[in-house]
């Protein structure tokens, strides 16, 4: 009987024309976000690789009072600002992270990692999307409501044209025709998406920009997978605001306003509720903060503390100088070190009041499958940091290897370390790493579960409700 009931119902979706519309908006959405897409990515590749050429050439960073030498050296290498921005993601197609949002780029040298910024390379910031058309879009936005179209009638609906009397006087229970319309909800969603998802990948891989490996597989496999998870959690919505109500069209109500709330008022809430519980100083205050124990500092100095003589490497008081300009460093360094640690428990904190939104769990589990967003950013800010290090050490070994240098290491300024020439490849470049598959499944998992324990909540409700249910 269950079987019968799950062919039934999937027969009459498809055959329906709300699903044949949705079917073919939602076809449209996936071949022009995916050919559109195509065409970003060159273009944003492109933009990268001249970037990089730039870098590789020494005119992407820029030191902070950096004194010249003329050509590359050890410390002009270890001391000028670097700015390293994340290449364009070639998964986009399947989660952006919200990129247009989070930081792309991360400045340091060898002795600090300085901050984070969002860089536009050179297009024109008018023309960024608030949203691209990838596949968690049309998923988290259209297929969500294409769902509460197909489940807010499923019982209510029913019960007005008075077929609901009809079915249940068989020997089928209530449970087992719920758990019917149900997994039919599913499985008619899934396949409006099925054809979009293929001839996504068919555009792309035609295109030249997708190359299947083991970690394109898992992303595709790993995305499927967690929108039938979400599927799953707004069928069962779906149902449970039509058990709720003896009428179609309340039902569509109720569905359409948790639906607003969940995609658009939760997000907002939370957002405002970071801001107000969580709070973290401004710019302002910081900079406030960092000049005032600047200041203290500098006062306290010795007499000499910034003086130069650019010809002379062992000029006494460049050792004094190095010292106070390491000192600042470090002063300044403390207090962003700790806003920066702030700010991102303010990020986590605000994406955990949201946990309340289905939309919102399934972009972070998106998220995590596909390596991107905030996970993209702290990995390499975590990453960068080590590197740093690593640099650093670099940077002290090639000097003491040089008898020509004081060895007083100065963060800033190239006038008391070597001059040594040095080869490109010679210097410690950072390399992004991608997250693993098993770091991407444990970010996931908190997110998929809580989805997969609101799909049982409200089923059993709506199974506890359904059983005591007015048909007539």
């Excluded at 569509?252 to 939370?270: D, E, G, K, M, Q």
């Excluded at 470090?330 to 990020?347: L, M, P, S, V």
């Excluded at 080869?423 to 579960?449: C, F, H, N, V, W």
Aim: glycine content about 4%; charged content about 15%.
């Amino acid at each position: 009987m269950l079987n019968y009931i799950i062919l039934n119902d999937i027969r009459q979706n498809i055959l329906s024309l709300r699903l044949q519309v949705i079917f073919l908006i939602m076809t449209a959405l996936f071949i022009m976000g995916s050919v559109a897409y195509v065409f970003q990515y060159r273009s944003a590749a492109e933009e990268y690789r001249i970037y990089s050429d730039k870098s590789r050439n020494g005119s992407a960073g820029m030191a902070y009072e950096l004194i010249r030498q003329p050509g590359g050296n050890i410390t002009s290498e270890a001391v000028e600002m670097q700015n390293y921005i994340f290449s364009p993601p070639a998964n986009g197609f399947i989660e952006d992270g919200k990129s247009q949002y989070i930081p792309n780029t991360i400045t340091y040298n060898a002795f600090n990692v300085f901050g984070y910024s969002i860089s536009r390379n050179s297009g024109n910031p008018y023309l960024i999307l608030s949203q691209d058309l990838n596949w968690s879009f049309i998923i988290t936005i259209i297929l969500s409501f294409a769902i509460l179209l197909l489940s807010f009638d499923m019982i209510s609906g029913e019960r007005e044209m008075h077929t609901l009397t009809l079915v249940l006087s068989n020997t089928v229970s209530r449970s087992v025709f719920l758990a019917g319309k149900y997994i039919s909800i599913i499985l008619s969603s899934f396949l409006l998406v099925l054809p979009g998802f293929i001839i996504s990948l068919l555009i792309l891989i035609s295109s030249g920009i997708l190359n299947i490996n083991e970690m394109v597989i898992f992303e595709a496999l790993g995305f499927i997978v967690a929108h039938i998870v979400f599927i799953g959690c707004l069928a069962a919505l779906g149902i449970f605001c039509s058990v709720i109500s003896r009428s179609s069209n309340v039902s569509l109500l109720i569905c359409l306003t948790l639906w607003s709330v969940f995609l658009i008022f939760s997000p907002n809430v939370a957002v405002f509720s970071a801001e107000n519980l969580f709070k973290v100083k401004d710019s302002e205050s910081i900079q406030s903060e960092i000049k005032s124990v600047q200041e203290a500092i500098n006062n306290a100095a010795p007499e000499g503390s910034w003086s130069m003589n650019g010809n002379n490497p062992f000029y006494p008081k460049h050792e004094l100088r190095a010292k106070n300009q390491t000192n600042l460093m470090n002063a300044e360094k403390k207090i962003r070190d700790n806003w920066y640690i702030d700010q991102f428990t303010q990020y986590r904190l605000a994406s955990y009041v949201t946990c309340m939104s289905p939309m919102s769990l399934f972009g972070m589990v998106s998220e995590s499958l596909t390596g991107v967003g905030f996970d993209r950013f702290m990995k390499n800010w975590n990453d960068l940091h080590l590197f740093q290090l690593q640099f650093l050490n670099w940077f002290k070994e090639s000097d003491r290897k040089d008898p020509k240098s004081p060895h007083w290491y100065n963060p800033y300024e190239v006038c008391s370390t070597s001059l040594q020439k040095v080869k490109d490849e010679e210097i410690p470049r950072y390399e992004e790493k991608l997250m693993t598959i098993s770091q991407r499944i444990t970010g996931a998992l908190p997110g998929a579960l809580l989805l997969i324990i609101y799909s049982v909540i409200l089923f059993v409700i709506s199974v506890a409700l359904f059983n005591r249910y007015d048909v007539r």
